[in-house]
């Protein structure tokens, strides 16, 4: 049976906006010696890790309740930079005495493996790789936990930037007028509401394909109705414009359904990456916390005009 979803708390770690000389929007992170207080784990992660397990410690720590019945990460591309480093190990030594640690450490459930190890955490574990729709799938299989009866989701989304993956993309044309980001991003979803809880999450749906707009409009659509709202009931749409020009043009058409609702964006200041969409809900979490006038929030994402998601929530 279906259950309420609140999102108990929330934390990120992300790029104010702005890019270096190097085009790239890189997270501004905290002091990882005050939230990953292990030095031994610490000085062996590197910084995609060291990134989402801080944020997911962040985001336990702001959790009354500390009890973990799952952690369910995601991420699009993984460790690049670990990954990068074993490759050129590889070619550089022949394939021969290979230090097997940089390829245990880029394999893409590393970081919810260390949270659990620094919580002493025993429960589900899964990690979702599922290109622009993995933090969408992470949230699906948390919501699904919580039907079940499990208490208390850890939910997260990871990934990370480096000058190899900008270069690769900008050769296969895929960076006109865009940044690209990084960032990592931490919910718990409980099926029970504590003293600060103000938001919930009402729904998630994916579909995939280059599809046309009238499509895409009718899955809006559709979407609203199976949760019994009609699109007047909007007050707000978040939009992942990227600044293609092409494909923002999706944005437009969705923002045509709303008419009443005051918009907003997210990837001018995260840039775009496979889970862009988690930041993406970060804020709407805020603005639901921090806004008086607006009930029901909506995020439409796509990425590359492949991977769409809407993800619907409400002020409680």
Known sequence: MKKPCYINSFASIHPSGFTGEDRMLHAIEPDYKEI????????????????????????????????????????GLG?????????NNLVENDEQLLNPSTFIQSTFNTIGAQIALLTGNHSYNNTYVHRGLSFESALIDGMMKVWEGNKQILIGA????????????????MLNNINIGEGA???????????????????????????????????????????????????????????????????????????????????????????????????????LKEADNVEYLLIYNHYYNINHSLILLRKC
């Open 79 to 87: 460790c690049l930079a670990d990954t990068e480093k074993f490759l």
């Open 36 to 75: 990953i207080t292990n030095a031994n784990m610490r000085r062996r992660m590197s910084h995609i890790i060291k990134m989402g397990v801080a944020c997911g410690l962040m985001c336990l720590e702001q959790n009354k309740d500390k009890n973990i019945d799952a952690i369910i990460t995601a991420t």
């Open 158 to 173: 990871v990934d990370e930037v480096i000058s190899t993956e900008y270069t690769i993309l900008k050769r296969l044309g």
């Open 185 to 287: 991003h931490f919910f718990t979803l409980s099926s029970e509401k504590d003293i600060q809880t103000s938001v919930e999450l009402m729904s998630v749906r994916t579909f995939t394909g280059k599809l046309r707009f009238e499509k895409i409009l009718q899955n809006t659509i559709d979407f609203l109705k199976d949760n019994k709202l009609e699109t007047s009931q909007i007050h707000h749409l978040i939009t992942g414009r990227n600044g293609n020009k092409i494909k923002d043009n999706i944005y437009n058409d969705i923002e045509k359904l709303f008419p009443s609702a005051s918009t907003s964006t997210f990837k001018d200041i995260c840039g775009e990456y496979p889970t862009a969409s988690a930041f993406g809900m970060w804020r709407g979490v805020n603005l």
